[in-house]
């Protein structure tokens, strides 16, 4: 029998149907409440509200565990790429070898960006974050390819902007890297792969013959994969909700890369590697600034702890962490801030505070040192979110058009005044 809720408002019960995912996650369905009790609910920062039925991704944050389309993290980061990855998340299904040398042959035709998008680059101070000189570029193409402002888009237009968000989008990164250092930008070279392409055209100085080493490109690959999708987020709230008004792709994208910037959300990273630089000057005392974050009136918190999902290890972090490692051997770094990562995780972890509150490394604990070891600037790294979440973005948005979702629009309780006469100025 389909189970249903009871909500008793002043006396009257009114019932609700019980939905449940595939995973039996279990929801109550009260998208006709305020018709039926003229109530609405009330939930700060949407802790227990479900806004959509998504068919992407699978997170269990008691468990630690995350799936893209039934696949677990682990293997994928172990045995795939991440352009398979994008294709998996956006089309549903891994690619066979055919779908993905289509995939990223037409990525390759659409690596160049518009000389007139280089204009507008050049109008950004060197002084810029590259997370706000990205989101202003990706937004640029709505005037670019004004055709994708057609919100009834047949699927093969909708196809060529995914293509075109995906192509392009290292070249922006790089770009809006280069004009922070202010150094002339370079062109994709398409004889390269997703990754290695990026980096050469953030890392090349003019007239070099610059190669990309093979260390440094995979690692990239497989933090771009675990931040490919994480369901239904801040950013991928945002890409799903100004696309519910039915903007294009490309702002509704740009609206995500927006809300990616936070300290809270994607920013984080940066702030990871800035405390952890902090922690080294001040000497390295670990228990002095596990006291701070408990303190709450210090207003610190540590950063790269914590997840609004993850009750549990976040598993990106485990394997960021074994990557970290790996990578620091490999390019031969010694990087004093990891050994200060994992004395103040050893150190969280057995603290009271940590544990009740069940706070543990996220994603953006670890993945700052591998960026850092790699040579990408710390302003750079969320733009590197950015660049893996982009998948994600794509996928959640083009599920949320081919479902028919209603614009979204939350409700509030107004607790301000009630109505008042007007009061001309001279009597206030
Ligand atoms: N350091 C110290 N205390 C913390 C921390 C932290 N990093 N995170 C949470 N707390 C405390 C918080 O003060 C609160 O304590 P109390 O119950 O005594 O008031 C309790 O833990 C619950 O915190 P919350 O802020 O209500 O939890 P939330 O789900 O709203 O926030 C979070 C989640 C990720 C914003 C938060 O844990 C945080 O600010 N972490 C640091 C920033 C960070 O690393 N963000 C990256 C998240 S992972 C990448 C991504 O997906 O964006």
């Known amino acids: 029998m389909a189970k249903t809720a009871q909500l008793i408002i002043d006396g009257k019960t009114y019932e609700f149907p019980v939905i449940v995912g595939t995973e039996n996650e279990t929801a109550v369905d009260i998208s006709d409440l305020l018709e039926k009790s003229g109530a609405i609910t009330l939930d700060f920062g949407y802790k227990n509200t479900g806004a959509t039925k998504s068919a992407i991704t699978f997170l269990d944050g008691d468990k630690g565990i995350l799936r893209y389309r039934g696949y677990s993290i682990e293997d994928l980061a172990e045995k795939s790429t991440f352009l398979e990855v994008a294709y998996l998340l956006i089309f549903g299904e891994l690619p066979t070898t055919d779908q993905l040398n289509k995939f990223s042959g037409d990525i390759k035709n659409h690596t160049m960006v518009h000389e007139d998008i280089k204009k507008i680059l050049d109008g950004f101070p060197s002084s810029s974050h590259p997370m706000g000189v990205l989101a202003s570029l990706f937004c640029a193409q709505t005037a670019f390819y004004p055709e994708a402002l057609d919100p009834n888009r047949a699927a093969e237009g909708v196809y060529l902007s995914i293509v075109r968000s995906l192509a392009k989008m290292p070249t922006f990164a790089a770009w809006a890297f280069k004009n922070a250092v202010g150094h002339p930008v370079n062109y994709p070279d398409n004889r390269l792969d997703y990754c290695s392409r990026f980096l050469k ?50 702002s509704s994208i740009s609206a995500g890369i927006n809300a990616l910037w936070g300290p809270l959300h994607g920013g984080a990273n940066q702030e990871v590697i800035l405390m952890l630089e902090a922690i080294r000057k001040d000497g390295g005392d670990t228990e002095k600034w596990i006291n701070k974050a408990k303190d709450k009136n210090s207003g610190f918190r540590l950063m790269g702890f914590g997840h609004r999902v993850y009750k549990n290890f976040d598993p990106r972090a485990k394997i960021i962490k074994k990557a970290a490692d790996d990578v620091l051997k490999k390019l031969g770094v010694n990087d004093p801030v990891l050994e200060i990562a994992m004395k103040l995780e050893e150190v969280a972890l057995r603290d009271p505070y940590f544990i009740e509150r069940k706070l543990y490394p996220n994603v953006d604990f670890y993945s700052g040192i591998i960026y850092r070891a790699l040579g990408i600037p710390v302003d750079m790294f969320t733009v590197m979110f950015a660049m893996g979440r982009l998948p994600g973005w794509i996928a959640q948005w083009k599920e949320m058009r081919e479902n028919k979702e209603p614009i979204g629009r939350p409700r509030q309780v107004y607790v301000g005044q009630k109505l008042r006469p007007y009061v001309p100025i001279a009597k206030r």
């Open 201 to 250: 055209m953030l890392y090349a100085l003019p007239a070099e013959d610059y190669h990309v080493d093979p260390v440094v490109a995979d690692a990239l690959d497989k933090l771009l994969i675990l931040h490919a999708d994480h369901e239904q987020n801040c950013s991928t709230s945002t890409v799903r909700i100004v696309g519910s008004s039915k903007a294009s792709i490309y």
